[in-house]
């Protein structure tokens, strides 16, 4: 069975950092983008970052940039957020998906990831 697991989730003080996890498992996530998501109350769920597996081709939305890295290691199938320089406007749940690369047209999309894990809060105090 296909699974995404998140862990690294937690309270942090603005400026400081977090590295989110995804366990994927199942099978192997080779030719997919993989991406992070979140959402806040009261708001829709964003693209945070993405990478294509195939190329390792990176994705960051704007307010991220400088601040998120997304990677990925293939040997243990894991997903990887590092999120640096946080502010309280990161605080969100987040979240990991999956879709194949040969349905994706905007890699931040979030309407365009077939399988999804259950989220890790993430929550960032002033």
């Known amino acids: 069975q296909d699974q995404l697991v998140e862990s690294g989730g937690g309270s942090v003080q603005a400026g400081g950092s977090l590295r989110l996890s995804c366990a994927a498992s199942g099978y192997s996530y080779n030719n997919y983008y993989m991406g992070w998501f979140r959402q806040a109350p009261g708001k829709e769920r964003e693209g945070v970052a993405a990478?294509?597996?195939?190329?390792?081709?990176?994705y960051y939305a704007d307010s991220v940039k400088g601040r998120f890295t997304i990677s990925q290691d293939n040997a243990k199938n894991t997903l990887y957020l590092q999120m640096n320089s946080l502010k309280p406007e990161d605080t969100a749940m987040y979240y990991c998906?999956?879709?194949?690369?040969?349905?994706?047209?905007?890699?931040?999309?979030?309407?365009?990831?077939?399988?999804w894990g259950q989220g890790t809060q993430v929550t960032v105090s002033s």
């Open positions: 998906a999956a879709a194949p690369a040969w349905v994706v047209t905007s890699p931040l999309g979030a309407s365009e990831y077939d399988y």
């Open positions: 990478i294509y597996t195939g190329r390792v081709s990176t």
